[in-house]
């Protein structure tokens, strides 16, 4: 049936071109033999040179409400007097779909007139095993066949192409490699704003174009398209579908990502502010992992340095914005850290000289906060054996208050651990002997406990470059935290050092980053502490 069906078509096509016969002697269906014949001549009509775009019989086309931002689609149902158009090759409607065959190095094309300016096509395209590619293209004209395409190839790309003069002209403006379509059904859309073109593989969008090389501004229709390349092509289509962007408003990023640093291991935030309707945000990471969310974007855990960027599009087009985001670290440098101070204190004593059996020594000590008022220890004649000592000048006004005890045991030397900075410590000690009969104090000593060291201030810092973009350079550091650095440049070897930036901050751990935005071939960079 379907057979009988694409024939009748046939004869109906020849008939609609004939005006010879008169209506009062119809031509009649042809018998058998004749309709092979007749299939014979529309071939060898099919593979003439190009002619002038001549009208054919389809079906009836789908409209849809005009509030709904639609203002075509055709989803190739049964029916006729559709206002497709088609030009060298072959088409059959089949099975809800439009199917165009081209042979090698030749195309098939169907195109509707139209005089639509900022619009979007998009349709189900499934190559043949052996097709070259298919496309949807806008703003075509009719009268050169100059229109913009959006490709999908059986190798393995999917690009946007700029057309002239019946197909003979056309110059890719960008492209990008995918995986091999097969034989699968792919979503291809293109859009237009102006002279913004972007193009969508399966609702996600692979390529942003603007054209500035004569730019195709007038109005005009929709296309589809195959190509025989080496061999014959066979591509399917369904579900055209346009959308007219005049009324939309097409996404402007109006404050974009700044390259800064995210620290190793905790969270980062990126986030931009852009106008329009309808705004889809899809994030990438230097890794290439693509996000759909929306203008804020947090990574949980942040481990990856480089290149991140979001592209903000709605149906009207879209705009993207990139930083380089470096990686800093929660260590501190050790010199940027105090010196550990002296917190102990070993203390030595002469054995005590009574003639009881000592059993052992009490350790006394206490502190405060200030030194004692006229406090005095012993003054020794360093002239002399230590023990027992010959006290030259008696100490005066001891502390005498104690707040802590450690009996040492039957030893003449101990280490108190555990002082605190900045405290004034006295000592005393004393002897017990088999009957737990204790001394008097022995003379008294003083201890300052000192204040932590604080660290020797780095005079240089060392930079990490990371260029990012053109006339885009990072400077990266790790000094002391919350320092300020003066970053210095000079254009050449042996010239004046500038000053480029002064207070550059570093974070609590000590990281900083700058961005030069130079048009400089060549630059040297310095980091100066302040």
Same mark, same amino acid.
């Given at each position: ?402 707040? %802590?005890?450690?009996?040492?045991? $039957? &030893?003449?030397?101990?280490? /108190? +651990?555990?002082?605190?900075? =900045? @405290?004034?410590? #006295? ?64 254009? %050449?070897?042996?010239?004046?050092? $500038? &000053?480029?930036?002064?207070? /550059? +901050?570093?974070?609590?751990? =000590? @990281?900083?980053? #700058? ?16």
């Amino acid at each position: 049936m379907k057979q009988i069906i694409s024939l009748f078509l046939a004869v109906a096509f020849v008939l609609t071109g004939c005006v010879t016969k008169s209506p009062s002697n119809p031509t009649q269906i042809p018998s058998n033999p004749e309709m092979a014949q007749l299939k014979q001549n529309l071939s060898a009509r099919i593979n003439m040179p190009p002619l002038p775009p001549m009208p054919t019989v389809s079906r009836n086309l789908t409209t849809l409400k005009a509030d709904s931002g639609l203002i075509f689609y055709d989803p190739f149902n049964s029916g006729t007097a559709t206002r497709w158009t088609f030009y060298q090759g072959s088409h059959l409607f089949t099975s809800g779909i439009l199917r165009l065959n081209a042979v090698a190095g030749n195309g098939a094309y169907a195109y509707v007139k139209t005089n639509w300016t900022n619009v979007s096509i998009s349709a189900d395209i499934k190559l043949g095993a052996s097709s070259w590619g298919g496309a949807v293209g806008l703003r075509y004209n009719p009268t050169n066949g100059a229109n913009y395409q959006a490709w999908i190839y059986g190798s393995g790309r999917f690009a946007i192409k700029k057309y002239s003069n019946w197909f003979n002209t056309s110059t890719e403006l960008i492209g990008v490699p995918i995986s091999v379509p097969g034989t699968t059904i792919n979503n291809v859309k293109l859009a237009i704003v102006n002279n913004v073109l972007t193009a969508y593989l399966n609702n996600t969008l692979l390529l942003t174009y603007t054209d500035t090389s004569s730019p195709l501004t007038n109005g005009g229709g929709i296309a589809l398209t195959t190509w025989g390349g080496g061999g014959a092509a066979t591509t399917d289509f369904d579900n055209v579908t346009v959308y007219d962007l005049s009324q939309v408003l097409a996404p402007s990023i109006v404050s974009g990502l700044s390259s800064d640093l995210g620290i190793q291991g905790q969270a980062k935030t990126l986030s931009v502010t852009a106008t329009g309707t309808g705004l889809t945000y899809i994030w990438k990471t230097p890794s290439g992992i693509t996000t759909v969310g929306t203008n804020t974007y947090t990574i949980d855990n942040f481990q990856e340095a480089g290149q991140y960027s979001v592209t903000v599009t709605n149906a009207s087009g879209a705009d993207f914005s990139t930083a380089f985001i470096a990686i800093g670290t929660t260590n501190i440098l050790s010199d940027c850290l105090p010196q550990s101070p002296k917190t102990s204190v070993t203390l030595a004593w002469c054995p005590s000289q009574g003639t009881n059996v000592i059993a052992g020594y009490r350790l006394y000590y206490g502190s405060t906060n200030s030194p004692v008022a006229g406090w005095q220890g012993d003054t020794y004649d360093t002239n002399q054996p230590p023990c027992p000592g010959v006290i030259l000048i008696p100490g005066v006004n001891w502390y005498h208050t104690y707040t %802590n005890m450690t009996d040492v045991g $039957n &030893v003449i030397n101990a280490t /108190v +651990t555990n002082l605190i900075s =900045g @405290n004034i410590y #006295y000592f005393a000690v004393t002897a017990y002997d088999t009957y737990a009969l204790e001394s008097d104090y022995s003379d008294e000593v003083e201890f300052n406990v000192p204040l932590p060291l604080l660290p020797s201030p780095l005079t240089n810092a060392s930079l990490t470059i990371n260029i990012f973009g053109p006339g885009q350079i990072q400077l990266q550091a790790k000094v002391c935290p919350s320092a300020r650095t003066t970053i210095l440049y000079q254009q %050449n070897v042996g010239q004046p050092w $500038n &000053v480029l930036a002064t207070n /550059v +901050t570093a974070d609590v751990y =000590g @990281n900083f980053s #700058y961005v030069d935005n130079t048009t400089d071939t060549i630059r040297f960079y310095r980091a100066l502490l302040q």
